[in-house]
């Protein structure tokens, strides 16, 4: 575990979970082996939302897992979606169910990239950039730096083993939950969670609770733990520019026919600075500026922006020097992809006949998706273009001399829940006392989650409670989970499960 250098409050108020948490961390240590087990059976099966029978398998898995534990779980249904499964534990003489959610799919992998199957979970003794080497998964105690490989073992099924562990230990303890423990684990987060709405709609009367905890993303990277009160939402967007019916030889041909790729660079390079400021008309009008207790979490953060720099290789960062945690609480577009043409070895001397640009945008509370695309649709047109959302045919594109295809993504909305609630400030001290350290408070994660759908449509608050290493290569090739970060969030769990309801009513 990462020890801070927490104050004289901090450490008074940890000694009071202090002998619990030493016997969470105690189960823990007699039962290494059969956690990553565990992780590892899970993790070794494919997850990707949209193949059917996969999901469905992942699905029944878990089903199996929360019976192990008394959840009385089943799967909730929307067609043409993956399942849900949720279960709950209940707690005799509780008074408050808490909803602790978590995704089981996946994001795509290309094998390729990855050193080892996606699908076959290994261990090593340490990072694989450190030069990580293969280790037996059943022979405990593992290394401190000992992290698991696969697809999904952090992002989301590292946290999901985590939370059924603390209840494992609890109930091995003779200690009981002071809430009724449930868990909503989402089928297709990857996917952008275009049915999660109706499945809360549907099932709202069943699974609200008293408050959720989403148990998505990283800790700090310096390491803390933390927890994040809002989310920045998304919408995304495919651009496409049309040049000439078929490809142009580009010496009979340049500087007179346009060029589709250049008329490409030039409209996505016009929408931000090199700063990072979008330059759409009225784009920040809706932001929401951050309240003295969002300001003075902010000033708390550790700074670890010298430290990424050189981890990352990055000679300047945007913002005129501003730190990455200020820097998430604004909205941000950013390019996923650009492609036109052939590059290299397939590079032909060749006016193509169109170019296209991926972009995303991360929004912040109080923007909307559906603002967000009137403005940038208002923002090209008064560049010229006329703006069409399908393919144009020929005619059209003979008689209209700047024509932009947009295709957006459904998206949704940014969410932030407020950190002087009585919720909001009990799961800070929980988290505080099983950590032993102070915490990193976030008014906003960088990345994006379905909170918004939570408050709107269960009118609970929702709170962030991530577990996982920062350094995770979450969505990308060789996602591993740390080990240390697992034993630590065991620990969390077991502490919010037993103090929360107690710290809840503390004035």
Not at 174 to 180: A, I, Y
Not at 281 to 302: I, K, S, W
Request: proline content about 8%.
């Amino acid at each position: 575990m990462v020890w801070g250098r927490g104050g004289l409050a901090v450490l008074l108020a940890s000694a009071v979970a202090a002998e619990p948490a030493g016997d969470v961390r105690a189960w823990r240590k007699a039962h290494e082996a059969e956690i990553v087990r565990e992780l590892a059976d899970l993790v070794a099966l494919p997850n990707l939302a949209r193949e059917i029978s996969p999901i469905r398998a992942n699905a029944d898995h878990l089903v199996a897992m929360l019976t192990r534990r008394g959840m009385a779980p089943r799967l909730l249904e929307i067609e043409d979606a993956p399942p849900a499964v949720y279960g709950v534990r209940r707690v005799p003489g509780a008074r408050r169910t808490v909803v602790f959610y978590a995704h089981y799919d996946g994001q795509p992998v290309d094998r390729a990239q990855w050193h080892g199957d996606p699908w076959t979970p290994l261990l090593r003794d340490r990072g694989l950039e450190d030069g990580g080497g293969e280790i037996p998964t059943g022979r405990a105690p593992y290394p401190p730096e000992a992290r698991l490989y696969g697809r999904s073992a952090s992002d989301d099924k590292g946290p999901i083993v985590g939370i059924l562990a603390a209840l494992d230990a609890l109930d091995t303890l003779g200690r009981r939950p002071s809430v009724n423990v449930a868990l909503f684990l989402e089928g297709e987060e990857e996917a952008g969670s275009p049915h999660l709405e109706a499945f809360l709609q549907k099932y709202r009367g069943e699974i609200a609770g008293d408050a959720w905890l989403l148990c998505d993303g990283p800790v700090h990277q310096s390491r803390r733990m933390q927890i994040y009160f809002g989310a920045r939402g998304i919408t995304d967007l495919e651009v496409t520019l049309y040049g000439p019916a078929r490809p142009l030889h580009s010496g009979h041909y340049g500087n007179w026919a346009p060029n589709p790729a250049l008329e490409l660079a030039h409209l996505v390079a016009g929408l931000r600075d090199e700063d990072g400021r979008i330059q759409v008309a009225g784009f920040y009008d809706d932001v929401r500026p951050p309240t003295d207790t969002e300001r003075q979490a902010l000033r708390e953060v550790p700074n670890v922006d010298d430290a990424l720099r050189r981890e990352l290789a990055l000679a300047r960062t945007e913002g005129g020097g501003a730190r990455l945690v200020e820097r998430i609480l604004l909205p941000a577009l950013n390019v996923r992809g650009l492609a036109s043409g052939g590059v290299g070895a397939l590079a032909a001397n060749a006016i193509p006949t169109e170019a296209r640009a991926s972009i995303d945008f991360r929004l912040v509370p109080d923007q909307t998706p559906s603002a967000v695309r009137e403005k940038v649709e208002a923002h090209l047109r008064q560049l010229g273009y006329d703006v069409v959302h399908e393919a144009p045919t020929l005619e059209a594109r003979r008689r209209r001399p700047r024509l932009v295809r947009l295709d957006w993504g459904p998206g949704y909305p940014p969410a932030r829940t407020s950190m002087d609630l009585p919720f909001s400030r009990a799961l800070t001290k929980a988290v505080e006392e099983a950590s032993g350290a102070p915490l990193v408070r976030l008014p906003t994660l960088g990345g994006s989650v379905g909170m918004e759908l939570f408050g709107r449509i269960l009118d609970r608050p929702v709170v962030g409670l991530p577990i996982v290493n920062h350094d995770n290569n979450q969505h990308a090739a060789d996602e591993n989970l740390r080990l240390q970060n697992l034993w630590d969030g065991i620990e969390v769990y077991a502490t919010v499960m037993t103090r929360l309801d107690a710290l809840w009513d503390e004035k």
